[in-house]
């Protein structure tokens, strides 16, 4: 499942050119359930992330409620997309007032990272 929070390009196609993603492996906070996890991202999250201005896009990839049994279980939630025109735009993410006020604070939704292999 995808949502599309911010429209899928603020560019004309005539202004299409080379971009910059950023994606990040999401993972609820512990103690959150997936149900709480998943409307927090959809509902609250994404409209706050919606209003990075820099961004050109941003879609979430939600995982799926029933995982097939041939792979394992892993604790992500899901993974965010985030557009960008050029490297300079994604570097500056960090210090932009749209994320610092908005996204950034969200504590719901929190990078994670694959568990270490056995």
Do not use: N
Not at 2 to 26: H, I, N
Not at 39 to 55: K, N
Request: proline content about 10%.
């Amino acid at each position: 499942m995808s949502l599309q929070t911010a429209p899928q390009s603020r560019m004309s196609s005539d202004e299409r050119r080379a971009t910059v993603k950023l994606f990040a492996l999401l993972v609820p906070r512990d103690g959150m359930s997936s149900l709480d996890f998943f409307g927090h991202w959809r509902y609250t999250h994404g409209p706050l992330a919606g209003r990075i201005r820099r961004a050109v896009s941003y879609v979430q990839c939600h995982r799926l409620p029933l995982q097939p049994a041939d792979l394992p279980v892993l604790p992500h939630g899901g993974t965010a997309e985030v557009e960008f025109t050029d490297l300079e735009s994604a570097a500056g993410l960090l210090d932009d007032p749209d994320y610092t006020t908005g996204a950034a604070h969200d504590g719901s939704c929190r990078p994670g990272r694959s568990p270490d292999p056995p």
